[in-house]
């Protein structure tokens, strides 16, 4: 069987690498080069906790799949693409910024997997925080990776598993062939695959052809890095208050990030800055001394409802591996593990119903 993915990001590589390894033939092309679109621009937590307050039981049943999948998967990853991807389990420390919220999140505690601290031992973990803080949910799975070398190395897992990658390659129509074959034109050349996976993120709903129009929108992050006095200044564990996030990571903090509904539009702005500051600051003071060493923005996949898009098109062999939205790092073992089987044909886990492409009004 031949496949071909478009979109060379955390999904279409995770796909990508799972597939070749198993004996798939796989092509992957990007428009550009690969891992340099949301998965670059991303924070890279692994916030199964904090990221699924609120959400769905199908969404919540995947990030936990998803998250009991990664020990295993970056151990794999660094050992067969020789780049460390720094996978730590250091937990994560939500600090409510009202009372509301504050009981909102002994509730969660109460629900498993979490705990609700005191002031004192919430201090104890992450000395940095404002000291008025009245205490603050411990989420002791939340992990976080480097996604910079995320990419480089799924990158070299696939291609060392026998994918091809072509960069610079935008995919520009798909359609289906004359024998029930899928055809993926780009600028320059016509490929012929049994399967097509769109995998292209936020862009996933710009291709042309049986892929035009999907519902897939970009809600644009930005996000700031900032330098510490010295290396040990830095939390361990993740921190999330007031609206914000801090993420320490390779002698850096960083501090995410806006949501924006704003197109394609990957601009950078004073004001997102200052707000992204201001939160930062109030959460932990020390940090109004700590100049800004990066700024960037990124596009995140969204959807109407919320809930990524797992599964076969309307078109047979035509994929969807997409809609991760501000979960596409957490979500990549489970995605990678959920779109192979769709494409063999095998059994997926229940909640991969839910995010069926079929799902919408005006079904893909
Ligand atoms: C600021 C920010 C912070 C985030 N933080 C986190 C986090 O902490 N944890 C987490 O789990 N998630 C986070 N996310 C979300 C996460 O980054 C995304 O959900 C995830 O990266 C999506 O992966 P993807 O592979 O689908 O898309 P992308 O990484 O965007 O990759 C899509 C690829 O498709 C290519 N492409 C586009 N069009 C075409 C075409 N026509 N032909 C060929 N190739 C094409 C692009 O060049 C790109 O390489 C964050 C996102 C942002 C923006």
Known sequence: MKIIIIGAGVAGLAIAWRMARNGTEVLVLDRAQPARGATYASAGMIAVTAETAGAATSE??????????????????????????????????IVPASSTE?????????????????????????PMLAPDIEGALWAPRDAQV??????????????RAGAKLSANEAAVRVEQ?????????????????????????????????LAE??????????????APPAPNALPVPLLWGH??????????????????????????????????LERA?????????????????????GTADGLPIIGETGTPGLFLAGGQYR??????????????????????ADEIAAFSPGRFDRPV
Not at 177 to 202: K, Y
Not at 281 to 301: F, K, N, S, T, Y
Not at 328 to 338: D, M, N, R, V
């Open 177 to 209: 062939g004359a024998s029930g074959e899928l055809v993926v034109l780009s600028a320059f050349r016509i490929h012929r695959a049994d399967a097509v996976v769109l995998a292209a993120g936020a862009w996933s709903g710009q291709i042309g052809g």
């Open 327 to 348: 979960n596409g790092i957490l979500f990549a073992p489970a995605l990678a593990e959920a779109v192979e089987r769709l494409i063999n044909k095998q059994k997926v």
């Open 243 to 276: 609206g914000i996030y801090l993420v320490p990571r390779n002698d850096q903090l960083f501090v995410g990030a806006t949501v924006e509904e704003a197109g394609f539009d990957t601009g950078l702005s004073n004001g997102a800055r200052r707000w992204l």
């Open 213 to 226: 129009n999907l519902p897939i929108r970009p809600v644009k992050g930005e996000m700031l890095a900032l």
């Open 146 to 159: 480097d996604n910079r070398a995320l990419g480089p190395a799924l990158t070299n897992a696939a291609i």
């Open 60 to 93: 919540a049943e995947f990030a936990l799949r998803s998250r009991a999948l990664w020990p295993e998967f970056a151990k794999e990853l660094e050992a067969i693409s020789g780049i460390n991807i720094s996978f730590r389990e250091d937990g994560a420390l």
């Open 102 to 126: 504050a009981e909102r999140l002994q509730r969660q505690a109460r629900g498993g997997g979490a705990e609700y601290l005191t002031r004192k031992e919430t201090l104890a973990r992450a």
């Open 281 to 301: 600051q109030a959460l932990v003071p020390c940090l109004r001394d700590w100049p800004i060493r990066e700024h960037w923005a990124g596009l995140r996949p």
